[in-house]
């Protein structure tokens, strides 16, 4: 026994010495000593086929090749910023061909003994790639708290050689890629005598820049044969390619003279023999660097044998010692990448370094980074420059910019690390970007889960809770604890690498579905995005089921003609819940099963509430009747039918269950497929197995799985319908990253969202709805503000406003370490975003008080100041605008408008520009995080040349009567003119409260009156059954028969909403919005953008005139309101809630205003996409573009000298009709010739003084000798005399309209 005790214990040691001699245990002086790589780091050279395919999966995965765009990006700056390309030089498909081909081939080194060690590496330098073993580490989940508990993670062996890329790439970003070069910049300027750096950047920086002699960068003894030998001082080379500054150079004093002035830091004047800049993507430079490239790869390798011609990855026939301009020297990317790859290999993966007290190595310390975590803490601790992460990359950066790890004590190249917070931020761009370590999509799901679980008391105590009559109760159905467990379950990633998950539960997996989204793990605070995607997702629950008496099944609840009929189990709102088919795969829809009897089990427990919902055969329910309130029983002596006229309720099983109402028998089908027993029928996993929601669609409320199920099936129909969509340009993921980077307070999304959820689309109506007779109700959301309600609500009470800062997002590079600037200072543009505008507040304003918040203060002050600097530009340019924008077409010539003026336009514009309303719709003038003084002045541009075609073209504040019919002018135009009807004009369901009622009985007349063109008027059928026609051919208006308009009106009962104001603004819905929003209603309410007191839906002729209020026992004086401003404020206000807003599939408007602005302003094709898609009036869009061009002109050319405010009219009358518009149609300007778009004075300019033109405040009752606008698309006559339409329209096919002149014209 005493033996076989000996042996054990022999064996145990023998065991336990490699523990013993590993890095973490072994001391310095041990390490140091060894003449090999420890044994645990032999593994990064194994580079098996197996470990290269998996890291292969990996990076070519579509999540990580969507980022990859962010490492192979180039920059460039210019006006001030940093603007990024992808690069041309350096592309993914390069770096992989090679690196790949260093991992697999290597660099041959001609000794077995030299290379880069372990299996795989000897003899040849090969690239890390790891292997294929799965390691056990524990990591702890937050550094900052040391008693914080680790948690054992899997740590895939390819991860290694994905770090070791990683760090690589951060090198080659910073040094190649950014600049889109292979020569080294000429990039250190000279410093003057207070240190501070100059303009000027010294020739003799090809010497060496940074405190780096190049010709001094020789090799060590045991391997001074590898180094290149000096040049000769006549060697003459100049960089391939420069950035934009002098590109590096070498040669004799003879070419180059010395600048005695012009020293580089080591006091360099001239650049003989300095031809050994950095060059490829790592800067490879020096007498040692470079004539290591040669003996292994160039001429050298080949002459001495090491390599052949058919070695790959070599160059047997390029001296670089001779020519080192030759790594440049190309336009395959190859070279390069093989250049800078074999560098790493040699000189980075092999680096050892002991300098008596401690050691770094290259190889150990990778495989320590790996196994710590690989900067997993970087995002989310504050104090990034003391994180032990960073620690690595600081020694990596200086390795390859100084060439020792401890810079600045490095022996050839003193001084810091060249633009070290760079590198170390793109190190991390380039670890989030290969989506590295794994182990952080755990993470992200934890640190949700453990906000959630943070406030689970505010959770249950003010969110929980379902309403009756009797009050507000705690939800006893919808409790915390399984709605964690679900988002437990519903959240674990598939590849999961802590071992720590339990395993005695079953977690959600379809490969057709992704997990419940809880973040972003690769940025900082990346758990916001899953926590705003649970709070939408909860408060979508609560608006359907949790507050409605804690319900599970529908309820009963949509009234037909005032009844609910007990049909109503077939489905609610228009919509069939049994023809609710799957459209992308039929088979996989519940069968309908007529002999189905279902009862449901949750109903509304309210005294004299309708019953549950029930589905049954005919032979058992013969027919349906409604419920009988009053009775309170079913009323079934007659049938009731509900909205699709069902009066049975056979195969209507299929009404909305769970937290999300899942309804249909796709709804069901698609659960059954994924979570129940039809997935484990054809093999595949299943939370619950034996549950089949086909044959009983109940059991989500009523099985034994009621707690989870309630829960889980809501969060399927998240995943499978929410997350997934992407639909008319509208991607649930992109715009949830936007929400949150935005703080979350985007009411749109969140109507969109409450949309998707209810209907199936974003923008309804949905013909995904499921109605049986489109469109129905139930093609539009219930009520999309409860939802927003309910939504603030959620994002309160989970704290989610003050727990993360508000950012522009778009990138997930973490906050920058502060850097203190020394001697030798970069000049690239410090990255570290602008420090946050203000707190946000503890509650929303919406929740606590109906009463708007104040703006806050600096978005104020901006946007005020913004405003005042358009409105200085626009003032610089008062003359031209007057003379050339806000101008009419007389019967004599262009004459100044008497409506409409530039003061008059910038005052009403002010208000809607900084205050906006509600703080939120404001008219886009580039304000903004991401606003811009060109974008908003373009939009500016496009407003007045709409309006140019519109009241300005006219001078009149409302519509003229100008659409032919048979070469007539029906008087019931009123009604609507080019084919529309005004009081049909409906808003969205969503707005369908803000519309102005149609009464018949309205009397009013328009107060413009057109010379031969009788104004627009309303009146009910008693007094004018029919209305006739205005006939231009004999001046004169026909009423003694019905004349038809295009739509067929023959009366103007009702049609009392033709357009008004500068965009003659028309319709029941945009009146009515207008009324909502500044007129009665909006005071009635208390909402702040309240400002006349007057009805317009109900007095329209006010939004052109001033509004008499008649005196009443309580005012007992007639009062007068000034609505001057209307005329104005009515088309700005279309303007900013319509146009700015639009955004409909590939079109949307703000996408279009940048790309034109951004693209030089060139393609003007945009505003035919204007004309017809948004505004749908292509029939005048040659005259927009036209007019677009020209204000384009004036508010881009250099402040012209004041012209006359006035144009006179012509003393001569002219003998034919005068063509709109008059001037060139290409653009160009009268006040100077070419393509005057040159750059604009600057905002702040003072006003050189010109004074306003006098506008008077109301509408003239009649304005005489106004043109005729006839509309030449419309239908014509035959057999007209000549000179008339027929003939003129002949003259120019472009054309829209004709201005004729005054009197009688035919």
């Known amino acids: 026994w005493a033996s076989i005790v000996s042996m054990a214990l022999t064996a145990i040691i023998l065991l336990a010495l490699p523990m013993l001699a590993s890095p973490q245990s072994s001391t310095a002086t041990e390490r140091a000593t060894q003449s090999t790589s420890p044994p645990s780091t032999d593994f990064l050279t194994s580079n098996s086929l197996s470990t290269i395919q998996s890291l292969e999966r990996h990076l070519f ?715 129905c109700d139930g093609a539009y959301p219930v009520d999309e503000n409860a939802g927003v309600r309910k939504a603030f609500r959620t994002f309160f009470e989970l704290n989610l406003w003050n727990s993360f800062p508000e950012s522009d997002g778009g990138s997930n590079t973490p906050t920058p370490a502060p850097t203190q600037c020394q001697v030798n200072c970069t000049e690239v543009p410090s990255l570290s975003p602008l420090p946050p505008t203000a707190t946000p507040s503890n509650a929303p304003v919406v929740i606590l008080s109906s009463v708007p918040s104040e703006s806050p203060t600096r978005v104020m002050d901006s946007r005020i100041a913004h405003f005042e600097d358009v409105s200085r530009y626009l003032k610089r340019r008062r003359a031209l605008i007057d003379s050339d924008i806000f101008v009419s077409e007389t019967n004599s010539g262009r004459a100044q408008s008497r409506l409409y003026t530039l003061d008059g336009f910038l005052n009403t514009l002010q208000e809607l520009a900084t205050e906006g309303v509600d703080e939120k719709m404001v008219f886009y003038i580039g304000q903004g995080k991401v606003g811009n003084f060109e974008h908003g002045l373009v939009n500016i541009a496009l407003f007045l040349a709409h309006a140019m075609t519109r009241g300005i073209l006219w001078d009149t504040c409302e519509e003229v009567n100008h659409h032919l019919v048979d070469g007539k002018l029906p008087l019931s135009n009123a009604c609507g003119q080019q084919g529309r009807s005004y009081s049909d004009d409906m808003c969205p369901q969503a707005d369908a409260a803000m519309e102005c009622a149609v009464d018949s009985s309205m009397v009013l007349q328009a107060f413009v009156g057109i010379s031969g063109s009788p104004p627009f008027f309303c009146a009910d059928t008693s007094t004018h059954p029919f209305t006739g026609y205005y006939d231009p051919l004999s001046d004169s208006t026909v009423s003694s028969a019905p004349f038809a308009n295009e739509l067929g009106r023959t009366d103007v009962a009702g049609c009392c909403f033709w357009g008004r104001g500068i965009l003659l603004t028309q319709g029941i819905c945009d009146i009515g919005r207008f009324n909502h929003v500044y007129g009665l209603p909006a005071l009635m309410d208390g909402r702040s953008s309240g400002r006349y007191n007057i009805d317009f839906c109900s007095h329209p002729e006010a939004l052109c005139s001033d509004f008499e209020i008649p005196a009443t026992d309580f005012n007992k004086f007639t009062t007068t309101i000034d609505t001057s401003e209307v005329r104005y404020l009515i088309g700005l206000l279309y303007w900013a809630d319509y146009v700015q807003d639009y955004n409909w599939g590939y079109w949307n408007y703000m996408e279009k205003i940048k790309l034109f602005v951004d693209g030089g302003m060139k393609d003007d094709s945009f505003v035919d996409g204007f004309s017809e898609i948004v505004i749908d009036s292509s029939r005048d869009g040659a005259l927009r573009k036209a007019n677009f061009k020209k204000v384009l002109e004036i508010l881009f050319m250099k402040a012209p000298t004041p012209l006359p405010t006035t144009i006179s009219p012509s003393k001569r009358p002219t003998s034919k009709p005068t063509w709109a518009p008059i001037g060139p149609l290409d653009g160009a300007s009268n006040a100077v010739g070419g393509n005057p778009l040159q750059p604009g004075t600057v905002p702040g300019e003072q006003d050189p003084g010109a004074g306003p033109i006098s506008n008077p405040n109301q509408q003239p009752a009649s304005t005489p000798n106004r043109p005729v606008l006839i509309d030449i698309s419309a239908p014509r006559p035959n057999n007209l005399p000549s000179n008339t339409i027929k003939d003129l329209s002949q003259i120019s096919s472009s054309a829209t309209h004709i201005i004729c002149s005054s009197g009688p014209v035919w």
């Not at 210019?78 to 041309?88: A, R, V």
């Not at 590198?423 to 959630?452: G, K």
């Not at 609910?564 to 069968?591: E, H, K, T, V």
């Not at 997935?679 to 059991?699: K, M, Q």
Request: proline share 6%; net charge negative; glycine share 8%.
């Open 61 to 775: 995965s579509p999540k990580v090749q969507n980022e990859m765009e962010r490492i192979f990006q180039s920059r460039v700056e210019y006006d001030g910023k940093l603007h990024t390309f992808p690069s041309f030089k350096y592309t993914f498909q390069g770096f992989w061909r090679n690196w790949k081909r260093m991992m697999k081939d290597g660099i041959p080194t001609g000794s077995s003994g030299v290379g880069s060690g372990g299996v795989g590496g000897e003899g040849k330098f090969v690239l890390f790639a790891g292997d294929e073993n799965e390691r056990i580490v524990d990591v702890t989940r937050d550094p900052r708290n040391p008693h914080h508990a680790k948690i054992p993670i899997t740590v895939f062996g390819y991860e290694y050689g994905l770090a070791n890329m990683a760090a690589f790439l951060s090198q080659v970003m910073v040094d190649g890629i950014y600049d889109d070069a292979c020569d080294e910049s000429n990039e250190q300027a000279m410093l003057d005598r207070g240190g501070n750096p100059t303009n000027s950047f010294p020739m003799s920086n090809a010497c060496g820049q940074y405190n780096s002699s190049y010709a001094d960068m020789t090799c060590p003894p045991s391997e001074k044969n590898m180094e290149c030998p000096p040049l000769s001082p006549q060697k003459t080379i100049e960089a391939s390619f420069s950035t934009g500054k002098t590109g590096l150079k070498c040669g004799p004093t003879s070419i180059y003279p010395s600048a005695r002035n012009q020293k580089n830091d080591k006091g360099r004047t001239d650049v003989e023999g300095c031809c050994w800049w950095g060059r490829g993507p790592l800067h490879t430079k020096g007498l040692c660097s470079m004539g290591k490239v040669n003996y292994y790869m160039g001429v050298k390798a080949f002459n001495e044998g090491r390599i052949t011609l058919n070695t790959p990855g070599v160059f047997p026939d390029i001296d670089f010692c001779d020519t080192p301009e030759a790594v440049c020297l190309t336009t395959d990317e190859d070279r390069m990448w093989s250049v800078a790859m074999f560098e790493w290999a040699e000189r980075i993966q092999q680096y050892r370094s002991a300098d008596g007290s401690s050691i770094w190595n290259y190889k150990e310390k990778l495989a320590d980074f790996v196994n710590g975590g690989m900067n997993m803490f970087e995002y989310y601790s504050d104090e990034v420059d003391t994180d032990r992460d960073n620690s690595f990359i600081h020694a990596v950066s200086s390795i390859v910019d100084r060439g020792c790890h401890n810079a600045p004590h490095c022996f050839y190249s003193g001084g810091p690390v060249n633009k070290l917070p760079l590198r170390r931020i793109a190190f991390t761009v380039a670890l989030s970007a290969l989506n590295i370590p794994t182990m952080r999509t755990e993470l992200v799901v934890e640190q949700a889960l453990d906000h959630l679980k943070s406030k689970q008391d505010r959770i249950e105590k003010n969110l929980l809770l379902y309403k009756t009559k009797q009050g507000i109760f705690p939800s006893q159905r919808y409790k915390f604890d399984d709605l964690f467990d679900a988002l437990y379950r519903f959240s674990r990633p598939y590849d999961a690498t802590d071992t720590s998950y339990p395993t005695n539960i079953t977690y959600f997996y379809s490969p057709d579905h992704p997990p419940l989204y809880m973040g972003n793990p690769y940025m900082k605070h990346g758990h916001k995005y899953g926590l705003s995607n649970i709070a939408l997702f909860l408060s979508n629950a609560m608006e359907l089921s949790i507050e409605k008496d804690e319900t599970c099944d529908e309820l009963n609840e949509h009234e037909v003609s005032g009844k609910l009929p007990i049909s109503n189990s077939c489905g609610q709102r228009g919509i069939s819940y049994q023809d609710m088919a799957c459209s992308d795969d039929p088979d996989m829809a519940c069968p309908v099963d007529t002999n189905m009897y279902i009862t449901a089990v949750t109903a509304e427990r309210a005294f004299g509430a309708a019953p549950a919902l029930q589905c049954g055969p005919k032979y058992r329910i013969p027919s349906t009747g409604y419920w009988d309130f009053e009775a309170m029983q079913e009323s079934n002596q007659v049938a009731y039918a509900n909205m699709n006229a069902r009066v049975d309720v056979e195969g209507c099983c299929w009404w909305a269950r769970g937290v999300l109402q899942t309804k249909g028998t796709c709804g069901f089908g698609r659960l059954n497929y994924y979570l129940g027993k039809r997935a484990t029928d054809e093999g595949r996993e299943s939370l619950f197995p034996e549950i089949d929601f086909c044959s009983n669609p109940e059991s989500v409320c009523g099985s034994q799985f009621k707690n989870e199920l309630i829960w889980m099936s809501g969060l399927f129909e998240w995943i499978d319908r929410i997350q997934t969509y992407d639909f008319l340009g509208f991607n649930y993921m992109e715009q949830l990253h936007a929400f949150a980077d935005g703080g979350m307070k985007d009411d749109v999304f969140i109507k969109h969202v409450g949309a998707i959820v209810q209907t199936g689309c974003h923008n309804p109506p949905c013909k995904s709805a499921g109605c049986l007779d489109f469109p």
